[in-house]
């Protein structure tokens, strides 16, 4: 993936438009869980809002597993937000998997981020937890 990182760069510097869209093909067609958080900041630092969509809503089909990744401990708490927003969710998204990316991404630099903690929580409707989460 690094090669296609250096020639999109030099695609986009030289205005190669077919090769810049060979490269977004390229990344889409490799999208998983391990790089799409990368794949993400491609898209937004050549501005390909078509992507990002693209990878957006692969975030959130595979959200459960995307947040096991080391990449989704390393977002921003905007970045986060993002995806926590009620609008940004797949209604598929179990309450315990936003209770469970919240709890990680604070976990990951917890002296840095605890400051985050009660706006993040926010984002979790603890009332559709079961109460069975808890005891496991």
Not at 31 to 58: G, P, S, T, W
Not at 86 to 101: D, F, G, L, W
Request: hydrophobic share 40%; net charge negative.
């Amino acid at each position: 993936m690094e090669n296609v990182c250096d020639v999109l760069a030099g695609a986009d510097y030289l205005q190669m438009t077919d090769v810049r869209k060979f490269c977004f093909e390229y990344l889409a067609s490799v999208l998983a869980h391990d790089n799409c958080f990368a794949i993400r900041v491609l898209a937004d630092r050549f501005l390909n809002c078509e992507m990002k969509q693209k990878v957006d809503e692969f975030i959130q089909d595979n959200f459960e597993n995307t947040i096991l990744e080391e990449d989704f401990k390393l977002l921003s708490k905007e970045q986060l937000t993002y995806f926590l927003l009620p609008e940004n969710r797949k209604r598929s998204v179990k309450e315990e998997t936003i209770y469970r990316a919240v709890t990680e991404w604070l976990r990951y630099d917890m002296k840095e981020r605890s400051c985050h903690f009660d706006e993040l929580m926010r984002f979790v409707k603890f009332n559709e937890l079961s109460s069975s989460f808890f005891l496991d």
